[in-house]
Each structure stands twice: as C-alpha cells, then as structure tokens.
C-alpha cells in the first residue's frame, strides 16, 4: 500500500531527525581529528584522555553516586506517600495530588532559582546535599505516578483474604501489596535516577563551582570551546541514560499488561 | 477511616510533602519575598520592601523585547512540534501495530528521557560552521553552500524542536489510541473520504491530547536558557537568560525574582487557559 510506504518513510525521517545528531556526536568521538576534520581516522585517543582527566571523573563520579542516593529517597519517599494515596480517601486528598504537578510543570528555571534564594536563606547554601535535596524534590512526583499507575491493577479481594486469614496490616503490606507494587517500584527508581542523572538546569544553579555534576560541567566547558573528550563523555552519557530508560520502560510495561 | 488508620496515612504522607515542601513550595515563597526586597537580607545588608523590581521589570523596554522575543521562541518551536509530531503519533497509533509499534514508540520516546544538554550539543556539532551539516550538503550539491545555521533562531529553533518533539507524539499517541475503531468505520460506511475523516473525527478527537502536548512544549521553552545559549550564541538572549545572569552573572536576586515571576505568571495563564484540555487528556 502506497499510503503504509509513505507512513514508514515518514517515521524513518523523524527518527532520522532524533538520533542523527546523537550518531555524529557519537561518531565524531572516535575520530581521530579535534577539529572533527574528515575523512574519518579512527582512534580512542579522547576516550583514552577521559579516563585520565581527574575533573570530569570526579564528576562523573559524582553525577552516579548523586543519582543514586536520590533514586534510594525518592523511591522511598515516594512509595509510602503512593501507598497512602491509594489505600485510603480522605479529605483534602485530591490537594495533595495537586501538589505533585508544580515540580513538573513549573520550568526548573524558575524552580532551580527559587531553591539557590531559598537554601542560601537558610544556610544549606551551594553544593551537594542542596544538589540532591532539589533533585529529589523533582523525582518524587514521578515515582508516585508510576507506582500509582502499576496500583490500579491491585486485586484489593486479595488484601481482603490476606487479612481474614489473620494477617496484620504491616504483614498485608509486606507479603501482598509490596510485591504487587515491585515493578512498579523499580520502574519509579529507574525514573528517579533518570531525573536526576540528566538533571542540568537545577544542579547548575545548586552545584558549587569545582564540585559540580557531569552536566554542570560539560555545559561549562562547551561554553569555553568543544573538545573531542567533551564529545567522548556525552556519548556515555546518552549511552547510559538510554539504557536506564530501556530497563524502566521494561519494567513500567507491568509484565502484559497490553 | 478510623484513627490509628488516620495516623499512618499521615504518617505515610508526610516525609514525602515536607520534602516537597521545603524543596519546592518554600523555596517559591521565598522567592516571592525577595521579589519585593531592595536587597538580599543576608548579613548585615540594608533591605527594605519595594514595588521597584517589579517597575523594572515591566517598563523597562529591553526585558519586554525579551519576553516577546521567548514567547515568539516557544510559539514556533510548538507550532514545528505539532505539525511534525501529530502525523508522526497518527502513524504510531492508527498504523502499525504488534511488535513493531511497540519497538518504534520506545525509540521515538528514548531521546526525551535521555540528557537534554547533552543533546542541544550534539546539534552544536551538527550545525557548527563548516562542521557535519556544511560538509554534508556541499558534498551533495555541486555549487559551494554556506549554510551557517550555528549561532542563529533557525538553530535555536532546531535543537527545541528535537528537545521537546517526543511530548507532543507521547500525549498525542494516547488521545489517538483511545479513539473507537468503529466511529472511524461509521463515517467510512457512510462514504466520508480519509481528509474528510480526518478533519471532522480524527483531529477533534485528538484535540485534547495535540493541546496538552502543546502545552508541555511551550511552557518550558519560555524559560528555555541553555539551549538559546548554546545555539543562539549572540543572538541567543532569551528571556531566560536574562533571568540566568541576575542569578549567576550580575548578582540582583531580587530583580531576578521579579522577573521569575512574571514568568511564572505567563505560564499559570497558559496553564489556566489550556486546563480544560488537560483535564480531558489525562482523564
């Protein structure tokens, strides 16, 4: 059918126009030139010079740990106020889903300033731990969604029987609902990370000059001039980023749910 | 609900709101504050309470050319958005089905949860003079080409359009997957033409899902900073980068926090005119 060749050759152009840009950057990182001059030589030697550049290592490195302790917070955080959310109505309830949207859909421009005036106020100032304090603040709202999401398949007959059985509240969500919610949960950490790894504009403003994340960072040397190992750190980074986002995809599918 | 349930709702609820709390809400309020500070109250600095930030803000001509200017930014990357992004979720949901579906909206979706900056550089290396784009344009054409799209809105524009494209097909493809197959059946039984299908049944069923999306675009381009300056170059200042240097640059946090929130009250009027829509989509 002429109209299904022209729908793929469609997608194919779009897809083109997504992933081109990455493949150059990707490719241009294994050229040997700094000047991305062609024709092509091969050679790791950025890759070879990033893994002796203390700086973005110490970023990087940082970036990692950063995303996990957000991802173990938020992850926690977010489950509980899930659980609560789900199990019980209460008035006000719809209020505190509204809260969830601000640190959304207010631009993290506005969001990241407001916390560098706030945290200077009360002394938290610039660094790490205002780094992560934002950044779980930005993830909560999307591990409540996803577990919230994988909830609605919830049996609640199964509660029901746990509990005429004889089964404590605390034991229920132990042994019933915690391991309905488990991909759920996965899928809400992956997310965290996720947020928090690629986070540029909050950290940037939060991050203290010298002990900046992997993002911060690069933005700052771009804005000096490209250097390949620039080039070489990005495409881990996107590397790593979209692995990240293939395992929470997995995982937010619920096992057949479509 | 009795008591003791009462008490561990609350008590399941409450680490996750003072968090939000303090990292989000006091923070807005905070900001609210300096808002109308002469200076920031830190030290032993003299501060006193003052309407001139927001004066400064609204009658000075060159911030309002920036405004206008991030706002005309955020309705052409939308409008590029839309029009590539709905054939593109149309194809995805009404199409192609099975496996194959499955695998092409992952890769369409991919791009958006992976790094925003990282991105808008990878365009950088793309667009840059006599860089990938140049060369791969002059190899095709015969005659010398300059395109020197680097450092210009065209470029601006693009590495936008590629940050934020993936919204507009995500909230589209599920407006257009929840359509009754049957309702398209009807009207074709009853001898309406694919165009005709299209623009009486299928857009306006779409509507709120484009209308979200559109939404999700905008607002965060508005106060788009990073990829102006990293694509824009000189003719990359936004209203956003404005806002950045007061924080980073000049030092005046409470005239950065005028200008924030007349950002912030651009977006609510977009987010309160849009909110019918929004409501539909996610329901």
Request: some cysteine; charged content about 15%; hydrophobic content about 60%.
């Amino acid at each position: 059918m002429i109209r299904h060749a022209f729908a793929r050759a469609y997608l194919g152009l779009i897809l083109i126009f997504l992933y081109a840009p990455i493949a150059v950057m990707a490719v241009m990182s294994l050229n040997a030139s700094e000047f991305y001059a062609l024709p092509f030589r091969f050679s790791t030697e950025w890759y070879e010079r990033l893994f002796t550049n203390d700086e973005i290592l110490a970023a990087a490195w940082r970036s990692v740990w950063i995303a996990v302790v957000v991802a173990i917070i938020a992850t926690a955080l977010g489950t509980m106020a899930t659980l609560a959310l789900w199990r019980h109505d209460f008035p006000g309830k719809r209020i505190l889903q509204a809260l969830l949207f601000p640190p959304i859909a207010v631009p993290w421009l506005i969001t990241g300033t407001a916390m560098l005036i706030f945290f200077f106020g009360v002394g938290i100032g610039r660094g790490t731990p205002a780094v992560i304090i934002g950044h779980v603040a930005l993830a909560l709202p999307y591990v409540i969604v996803t577990v919230f999401a994988r909830m609605q398949s919830f049996d609640r007959a199964l509660e029901e029987a746990a509990r005429s059985l004889g089964a404590r509240p605390l034991t229920v969500a132990r042994k019933v609902i915690l391991p309905h919610a488990a991909p759920g949960i996965i899928a809400g950490a992956l997310f965290a990370f996720a947020v928090s790894f690629d986070q540029f504009v909050v950290s940037y403003f939060l991050a203290e000059p010298g002990d900046s994340t992997l993002p911060v960072l690069i933005y700052s040397a771009i804005r000096k001039g490209f250097t390949p190992e620039i080039n070489a750190v990005s495409t881990i980074i996107i590397l790593i980023s979209m692995a990240v986002m293939v395992l929470a995809a997995r995982y937010a599918k619920f096992g057949g749910t479509r | 609900m009795t008591g003791a349930e009462r008490l561990r709702a609350l008590g399941l609820l409450a680490p996750a709101y003072l968090w939000l709390t303090v990292a989000v809400f006091l923070p807005l309020s905070a900001m609210a504050f300096f808002s109308f500070l002469t200076d920031v109250p830190f030290g032993d600095r003299e501060w006193a309470f003052t309407f001139d930030n927001y004066a400064q803000a609204l009658t000075n001509p060159t911030y309002a050319t920036l405004l206008w200017k991030s706002l005309k930014l955020a309705f052409w990357v939308t409008v590029w958005c839309v029009v590539l992004g709905f054939p593109c979720a149309y194809i995805l949901a009404r199409m192609i089905k099975g496996r194959s579906r499955e695998v092409l909206f992952l890769l369409v979706i991919l791009p958006f949860w992976s790094n925003a900056l990282v991105r808008v550089f990878s365009w950088a290396i793309v667009l840059r003079g006599n860089g990938v784009l140049d060369r791969a344009v002059n190899a095709v054409l015969p005659w010398d080409v300059k395109l020197n799209l680097m450092f210009s809105e065209t470029a601006m524009v693009i590495g936008l359009v590629h940050s934020y494209l993936p919204y507009v097909i995500l909230t589209t493809y599920l407006s257009l997957q929840a359509i009754d197959d049957t309702v398209i059946e009807a009207a074709r039984s009853l001898g309406a033409r694919f165009p005709r299908i299209l623009w009486r049944l299928i857009l306006p069923l779409a509507m709120p899902g484009l209308i979200a999306g559109a939404v999700l675009v905008f607002v965060p381009v508005v106060g788009s900073f990073m990829e102006p300056r990293l694509l824009g170059g000189r003719v990359g200042t936004t209203y956003g980068t404005l806002i950045e240097d007061q924080f980073v640059a000049v030092f005046n946090w409470p005239l950065g926090a005028a200008l924030s929130f007349i950002l912030l009250a651009v977006v609510l009027v977009i987010l309160a005119a849009a909110s019918p829509a929004l409501r539909k989509a996610t329901t």
